[in-house]
């Protein structure tokens, strides 16, 4: 009979999809030609999940670019 989960695994394992789904979240107003960059590894390394998450993303998709340096 497996253990139940300690709260300290519950708090983990919830805190992760909360990361995973505002990342998720966020992907859905980036540009199509940004996603498309990630998709393929394209982007510049500086470009990560947290960045994309730690700064407000702009609506206008040139906005978006110069933001994340791929103008």
């Known amino acids: 009979m497996a253990s139940a989960p300690s709260s300290?695994?519950?708090i983990e394992?919830?805190?992760?999809?909360q990361i995973r789904s505002s990342y998720l979240g966020a992907g859905?107003?980036?540009?199509?030609?940004?996603v498309e960059t990630i998709c393929t590894g394209q982007q510049p390394p500086e470009l990560?999940?947290?960045k994309v998450l730690d700064?407000?993303?702009p609506?206008?998709?040139?906005g978006q670019a110069q933001?994340?340096?791929l103008a």
Request: net charge negative; charged share 20%; glycine share 4%.
């Open 67 to 69: 933001l994340f340096q």
């Open 48 to 50: 990560t999940s947290r």
């Open 28 to 34: 859905q107003f980036l540009s199509p030609s940004i």
């Open 55 to 57: 700064i407000g993303i």
């Open 59 to 62: 609506d206008d998709w040139t």
């Open 8 to 10: 300290n695994q519950e």
């Open 13 to 17: 394992a919830e805190n992760s999809n």
